[in-house]
């Protein structure tokens, strides 16, 4: 495939610059996971590793990251055109306080 979208969980960081620093990073996950001779970009810093778009740390969710660079164009062309959109959902338990 030349994209895929990956299930981040909470407390990994999408990175797409760089070092390590004893995080948990979805791009040392991904290039584990994925050979870089059938994947190069997700091995390839200076594309921010394939990765579309980003989640803070604490958050989950789904995550576009191109494999190849025509998977990476095509979803950058999608997102810029509107062809893409995100929706987002907040769980909450307990009472809010007024």
């Known amino acids: 495939p030349s994209a895929l979208a990956i299930l981040k ?3 990994w ?3 797409s610059t760089g070092g390590a620093d004893g995080r948990l990073l979805l791009s ?3 290039q584990k996971v994925c ?3 059938v994947f ?3 091995h390839l810093l200076e594309f921010g590793y394939g990765f579309l778009h980003r989640l803070d740390v604490p958050s989950s969710g789904l995550i ?3 494999t190849t ?3 990476l164009y095509s979803l950058r062309a999608q997102l810029s055109s ?3 959109a995100r929706e987002y959902v907040a769980l909450c338990h307990g009472l809010a306080r007024p």
Do not use: I, K, S, T
Request: no cysteine.
């Open 9 to 11: 969980p909470p407390g």
């Open 13 to 15: 960081e999408v990175d």
């Open 28 to 30: 040392m996950f991904m």
């Open 35 to 37: 050979a870089r001779d």
């Open 40 to 42: 190069p970009l997700v």
């Open 64 to 66: 576009l990251v191109g």
């Open 69 to 71: 660079f025509e998977g």
């Open 82 to 84: 509107h062809q893409l």
